[in-house]
């Protein structure tokens, strides 16, 4: 299938053909007949797969202006988790529709507020946003009757980042008849409730296993010992000659240590995590995009939003703390159709921890380790020992102060048990 027998407009069909699309994948084939058909979605999608064009087109072509048509105020808006997938959402939307009259515009925190009021006050017809700011200029009085698309954008990722008070709050106040379009990459309990709140008579689009990774994703794990870890990202960098590669560390003190330890390495690296403020964060992304930049050291707040041609090398140097967000982490590579390879970095906690993952994406991630860096068997064994006993042994002060209390067949500990004088019905 073609785009063109998708139904889209020459503007459209001109600009995506300049940015080099030739065939939509499957989640632009099954979405956006029904984006047009103004039928509510909901739509999980491994990460990577287009989703933005599968919403995106639909929603320009439905907006189109003609010429001497005035401008009103915003008819579409896309909720997104961060700040930097808004940046990019509303960049492919301005490379989509550079060929038409349409204007968009982004609302994110860190940006003066009064600024982005200016815009909205000239007119625009799609607003991009995170959802605490858009409420922000709703409370403001920022006109939403003719509000005809809502689009949750990474929903289950804004639920996990605890916006599901913002989106509860704002859907009530768009007009009754909008339509909705829910995007995940993972299916899960609160993702569900969700929808249930905000669609209406869905059509449910599934083009993959839940919370799967994509099949051009190489996926494969390297044990090694804790203190190797950053020496062995090296070598690999260095001696397989990455050109391009994006790590993830569980924390924000993990990924400045790293970075300052590639750096003596002389690996030119950048870094993002959420104590850098936005500009730099943006400029450093775009200079590793442009790829100035060989190494980018990231926490989770770059494991959505980050759209990156031809990315080949994801590695995990610290597995994520949910499961779930190993499927938005190793999603950076593999996108479109192409190659990409996904590596994990294993100490003898992780080797464990990675069980959970398996299971979340239902699969085996193949366990290996390189030359010269093979773990200490006696630190394994040591570990494996210690691993065991915190997981079956609770620490002995909760032991001391928790009793069973057969009149509620529950827990309850001395803080709230209370002593009482016996009674002649205790005596009884």
């Known amino acids: 299938m073609s785009f063109e027998k998708l139904g889209l407009i020459k503007p459209l069909l001109s600009a995506i053909n300049e940015l080099g699309y030739e065939h939509p994948t499957l989640i632009q084939k099954r979405a956006i007949p029904l984006v047009m058909a103004k039928t509510d979605i909901f739509a999980t999608a491994q990460t990577g797969t287009g989703k933005t064009a599968a919403f995106g087109l639909p929603i320009l072509q439905r907006l189109r202006k003609t010429d001497g048509e005035a401008g009103r105020s915003a008819r579409a808006v896309i909720l997104s988790p961060t700040r930097e997938l808004s940046i990019q959402i509303h960049e492919d939307l301005d490379n989509f529709s550079k060929h038409m009259k349409v204007e968009c515009v982004v609302l994110v925190g860190g940006k003066d507020i009064s600024a982005q009021q200016r815009i909205l006050q000239r007119g625009v017809d799609v607003i991009i946003a995170t959802p605490g700011r858009f409420l922000e200029?709703?409370?403001?009085?920022?006109?939403?009757?003719?509000?005809?698309?809502?689009?949750?954008?990474?929903?289950d990722r804004m639920l996990d980042m605890g916006f599901t008070k913002d989106i509860r709050k704002i859907h009530p106040l768009l007009p009754k008849n909008h339509q909705t379009l829910l995007f995940s990459a993972t299916y899960s309990d609160k993702v569900r409730k969700l929808s249930k709140l905000v669609l209406r008579s869905p059509a449910f689009i599934e083009t993959s296993k839940k919370n799967s990774t994509v099949d051009t994703i190489n996926q494969v794990a390297y044990l090694v010992d804790t203190e190797r870890k950053a020496e062995l990202l090296a070598y690999l960098i260095g001696s397989r000659n990455y050109p391009q590669v994006l790590v993830f560390t569980r924390t924000k003190v993990s990924a400045d240590a790293l970075f300052e330890e590639l750096q003596k390495d002389g690996l030119k690296c950048g870094l993002i995590h959420g104590d850098i403020p936005q500009a730099k964060r943006l400029k450093t992304l775009a200079q590793f995009k442009e790829m100035k930049i060989r190494v980018l050291v990231a926490t989770d707040?770059?494991?959505?939003?980050?759209?990156?041609?031809?990315?080949?090398?994801?590695?995990?140097?610290?597995?994520?703390?949910?499961?779930?967000?190993?499927?938005?982490?190793?999603?950076?590579?593999?996108?479109?159709?192409?190659?990409?390879?996904?590596?994990?970095?294993?100490?003898i906690y992780e080797k464990y921890d990675i069980k959970d993952i398996e299971r979340v994406i239902g699969q085996k991630i193949p366990q290996k380790t390189v030359e010269g860096f093979e773990p200490d068997p006696s630190i394994r064994r040591k570990d494996i020992e210690d691993i065991k006993l915190k997981s079956e042994h609770k620490k002995p002060e909760k032991k001391k102060v928790r009793q069973y209390n057969k009149n509620t067949s529950g827990i309850v500990t001395k803080k709230t048990t209370k002593k009482r004088k016996t009674t002649k019905r205790d005596a009884k």
């Open 137 to 155: 200029h709703v409370e403001n009085g920022l006109d939403i009757a003719n509000i005809e698309v809502l689009v949750l954008d990474e929903a």
């Open 301 to 347: 707040i770059a494991s959505r939003g980050l759209d990156i041609e031809e990315l080949p090398y994801v590695i995990n140097y610290e597995l994520p703390s949910v499961s779930e967000d190993y499927v938005h982490r190793v999603g950076r590579t593999g996108r479109a159709g192409r190659d990409g390879e996904a590596i994990s970095l294993l100490d």
